[in-house]
């Protein structure tokens, strides 16, 4: 019955929570609206098996204060599997919850978005144990979830008193979203046009202060480092001693190709590139592919070949930077090399696939809390979403809005002095919160009933 109870929860959680990734179904309905179900439904009903487990765990609890301690810490765990196990998708996290909230969105300075779920779960469910015939089991119910808040928010908001915005120093940089429907994005007849629309809005009205363009995901729908010509007609919009960076397919020398990104100078040359490490499962590589008779739902018969892994680039006139592509932001503790570490994390990204919904902005909402949690500037480019750049305290300096082309020009944010807490300890502290929660429930469950009103 526990796992019933936490399985049916977590399907209805997902279901509304992941209905826009059907989305990406439709741009090609003719090929892949078969497998719209599947993705409704069947992709909600696998990640509600992390529920059902968690379910099963608080079945063992008793008690109407010991369950909710229960609820938090199963469900906390269910979290962390489900970001791990297997590819991972920590997507729509209960630590999610106080994303959008500047104040208490600086706990994922201390102990991540998982450590916020733990946070998140407890205040929503003690207040459960207000049904208790124990007096201070009562009490507790009431004063521990506004302690939390209240504790919280007061600290989040006396970092952020401190934060300045440096206004007019750090690097100029213009970030392009060009707005581009996916049906039309690799389109051969439309390669000029969408080209020319990204070159034409790296220049226009650009003031002499920008020193870097930025381009999102597979803006170059083309293999630049062996197209000479198309690198020069780039470089024309690269500012003097300036770079474009830009994402772009790139040959792999043993066959197949990476999802990448590309940063040319001002003379056409390669600086530097990035391959994407974490692909998209059945969007960018299908799993088992000799055994399961799928096609990737991406242009072209064959998958991407993963790329190595996050690494800390040197490119002319930049800080030290981590570039990452599309989802592999979501990925809490492995969006920087913790051995050497950057000054900003560029995150190239594609969302037309996913319309108007709220998977965009889900997805920001995950840039803004790498961001926290490293206490390092991300800069976000997309094809069409949401692109904007936050600081490192996650607050927002300046978005182009989702559905919208345009540019946005902005000076670079600095990252902290010192590294965050949860960038050094990593999930350390959510552990052992977990281990707390776990004697916390034991024990009131074995003592708490034996005392009176």
């Given at each position: 019955?526990g796992?019933?109870?936490?399985?049916?929860?977590?399907?209805?959680?997902?279901?509304?929570?992941?209905?826009?990734?059907?989305?990406?179904?439709?741009?090609?309905?003719?090929?892949?609206?078969?497998?719209?179900?599947?993705a409704?439904?069947?992709?909600?009903?696998?990640?509600?098996?992390?529920?059902?487990l968690?379910g099963?765990?608080?079945?063992?609890?008793?008690?109407?204060?010991?369950?909710p301690?229960?609820?938090?810490?199963?469900?906390?765990a269910?979290?962390?599997?489900?970001?791990?196990?297997?590819?991972?998708?920590?997507?729509?996290?209960?630590?999610?919850?106080?994303s959008?909230?500047?104040?208490?969105?600086?706990?994922?300075?201390?102990?991540?978005v998982?450590?916020?779920?733990?946070?998140v779960?407890?205040?929503?469910?003690?207040?459960?144990?207000l049904?208790?015939?124990?007096?201070?089991?009562?009490l507790?119910?009431?004063?521990?979830?506004?302690?939390?808040l209240?504790?919280?928010?007061?600290?989040g908001?006396?970092?952020?008193?401190?934060?300045?915005t440096?206004?007019?120093?750090?690097?100029?940089?213009?970030?392009?979203?060009?707005?581009?429907?996916?049906?039309?994005k690799?389109?051969?007849?439309?390669?000029?046009?969408?080209?020319a629309?990204?070159?034409?809005?790296?220049?226009?009205?650009?003031?002499?202060?920008?020193?870097?363009?930025?381009?999102?995901?597979?803006?170059?729908?083309?293999?630049?480092?062996?197209?000479?010509?198309?690198?020069?007609?780039?470089?024309?919009?690269?500012?003097?001693?300036g770079?474009?960076?830009?994402?772009?397919?790139?040959?792999?020398?043993?066959?197949?190709?990476?999802?990448?990104?590309?940063?040319?100078?001002?003379?056409g040359?390669?600086?530097?590139?990035?391959?994407?490490?974490?692909?998209?499962?059945?969007?960018?590589?299908?799993?088992?592919?000799?055994?399961l008779?799928?096609?990737k739902?991406?242009?072209?018969?064959?998958?991407?070949?993963?790329?190595?892994?996050?690494?800390?680039?040197?490119?002319?006139?930049?800080?030290?930077?981590?570039?990452?592509?599309?989802?592999?932001i979501?990925?809490?503790?492995?969006?920087?090399?913790?051995?050497?570490?950057?000054?900003?994390?560029?995150?190239?990204?594609?969302?037309?696939?996913?319309?108007?919904?709220?998977?965009?902005?889900?997805?920001?909402?995950?840039?803004?809390?790498?961001?926290?949690e490293?206490?390092?500037?991300?800069?976000?480019?997309?094809?069409?979403?949401?692109?904007?750049?936050?600081?490192?305290?996650?607050?927002v300096?300046?978005?182009?809005?989702?559905?919208?082309?345009g540019?946005?020009?902005?000076?670079?944010?600095?990252?902290?002095?010192?590294?965050?807490?949860?960038?050094?300890?990593?999930?350390?502290?959510?552990?052992?919160?977990?281990?707390?929660?776990?004697?916390?429930?034991?024990?009131?469950?074995?003592?708490?009933?034996?005392?009176?009103?």
């Amino acid at each position: 019955m526990g796992f019933v109870a936490g399985w049916a929860f977590s399907f209805g959680y997902f279901v509304f929570g992941l209905y826009w990734i059907g989305n990406a179904l439709l741009v090609f309905a003719d090929q892949h609206a078969w497998m719209l179900p599947f993705a409704a439904l069947g992709l909600p009903a696998f990640l509600a098996i992390f529920g059902g487990l968690a379910g099963v765990a608080v079945s063992f609890a008793r008690g109407p204060l010991a369950t909710p301690i229960a609820v938090t810490a199963a469900f906390g765990a269910a979290d962390w599997l489900r970001g791990h196990i297997l590819t991972g998708l920590p997507w729509n996290l209960f630590g999610h919850a106080w994303s959008g909230i500047d104040p208490l969105l600086q706990s994922a300075s201390l102990y991540g978005v998982y450590g916020m779920g733990i946070v998140v779960l407890l205040t929503a469910t003690l207040p459960g144990g207000l049904v208790s015939p124990v007096r201070w089991q009562r009490l507790a119910a009431i004063l521990i979830p506004i302690a939390i808040l209240g504790t919280h928010w007061a600290a989040g908001a006396y970092r952020l008193s401190g934060v300045q915005t440096d206004a007019d120093s750090g690097l100029g940089i213009r970030l392009v979203q060009a707005n581009i429907p996916q049906r039309e994005k690799w389109a051969l007849r439309y390669r000029a046009r969408n080209i020319a629309a990204h070159l034409r809005l790296s220049v226009e009205n650009r003031p002499p202060w920008i020193q870097h363009v930025i381009w999102p995901e597979m803006a170059a729908t083309l293999y630049l480092e062996r197209d000479a010509k198309s690198r020069e007609v780039l470089s024309r919009v690269v500012p003097p001693g300036g770079l474009l960076v830009t994402g772009a397919p790139r040959r792999n020398p043993e066959g197949g190709a990476y999802n990448a990104i590309l940063a040319l100078d001002e003379t056409g040359r390669i600086s530097g590139h990035y391959d994407k490490a974490h692909l998209v499962p059945f969007g960018e590589y299908v799993p088992l592919a000799s055994v399961l008779p799928l096609e990737k739902i991406t242009l072209g018969a064959s998958g991407y070949t993963p790329g190595p892994g996050v690494r800390t680039l040197r490119l002319p006139g930049l800080p030290p930077v981590s570039l990452l592509v599309c989802y592999e932001i979501i990925f809490p503790a492995k969006v920087v090399d913790a051995s050497d570490r950057p000054e900003v994390i560029i995150n190239l990204t594609n969302d037309a696939w996913y319309g108007v919904t709220s998977g965009p902005h889900q997805h920001f909402a995950n840039a803004r809390l790498r961001a926290v949690e490293e206490g390092i500037p991300v800069v976000r480019a997309a094809y069409t979403g949401i692109s904007g750049v936050v600081d490192s305290y996650g607050q927002v300096r300046g978005v182009i809005p989702l559905a919208e082309a345009g540019y946005l020009d902005f000076r670079l944010p600095r990252p902290l002095q010192h590294p965050s807490l949860y960038s050094r300890l990593g999930d350390s502290i959510f552990f052992g919160a977990l281990v707390v929660l776990v004697l916390a429930a034991a024990g009131i469950r074995r003592h708490g009933s034996t005392r009176s009103a």
